[in-house]
C-alpha cells in the first residue's frame, strides 16, 4: 500500500492563502487516483477535491471550487492543495487519499473510494 504524508497545513487569516502538500511512497504514484478531504471535530470527513493519475481530470466540492485547486507532480511523487480566498469555514484538519485507478482520466471523490490515507494536517483560517 502507498504511504501518504501530508505537510503544509498552518494558521492562515481570512481571504489569505496557503498550501497543503502530500508526499507518497512506497509504490508506483502513476498508478493512483488522489484525493483531499477534510474533517472538523463532530462532523464527517468531507471531499474537497480529486485529481486522476496523470493529472488530466480534476473535480471539487462546490464549497471550494473558484478557490482551491489540486494538482500533481507524478516524477516528484507528491499532490498539492492550492487554497486562496480562505474562509473560516475552511478550517479543518486536510486529509490527502490515494487509491489504485486503471483508468487514467477518472477521479474519485467518495470517502470509501479510498483505502489509503494520510495523517491529516491542520489547517486554521482566523477571521
Known amino acids: 500500500q502507498v504511504q501518504l504524508v501530508e505537510s503544509g497545513g498552518g494558521l492562515v487569516q481570512a481571504g489569505g492563502s496557503l498550501s497543503v502538500s502530500c508526499a507518497a511512497s512506497?509504490?508506483?504514484?502513476?498508478?493512483?487516483?488522489m484525493g483531499w478531504f477534510r474533517q472538523t471535530p463532530g462532523k464527517e470527513r468531507e471531499f474537497v477535491a480529486a485529481?486522476?493519475?496523470?493529472?488530466?481530470?480534476?473535480y471539487y466540492a462546490d464549497s471550494v471550487k473558484g478557490r482551491f485547486t489540486i494538482s500533481r507532480d507524478n516524477a516528484k511523487n507528491t499532490v498539492l492543495l492550492q487554497m486562496n480566498s480562505l474562509k473560516p469555514e475552511d478550517t479543518a484538519v486536510y486529509y490527502c487519499?490515494?487509491?489504485?485507478?486503471?483508468?487514467?482520466?477518472?477521479?474519485?471523490?467518495?470517502?470509501?473510494?479510498?483505502?489509503?490515507w494520510g495523517q491529516g494536517t491542520q489547517v486554521t483560517v482566523s477571521s
Open positions: 487519499a490515494a487509491r489504485i485507478s486503471l483508468n487514467m482520466g477518472t477521479y474519485y471523490y467518495g470517502l470509501n473510494d479510498y483505502p489509503a
Open positions: 512506497g509504490r508506483t504514484f502513476s498508478n493512483y487516483a
Open positions: 485529481i486522476s493519475r496523470r493529472g488530466s481530470a480534476t
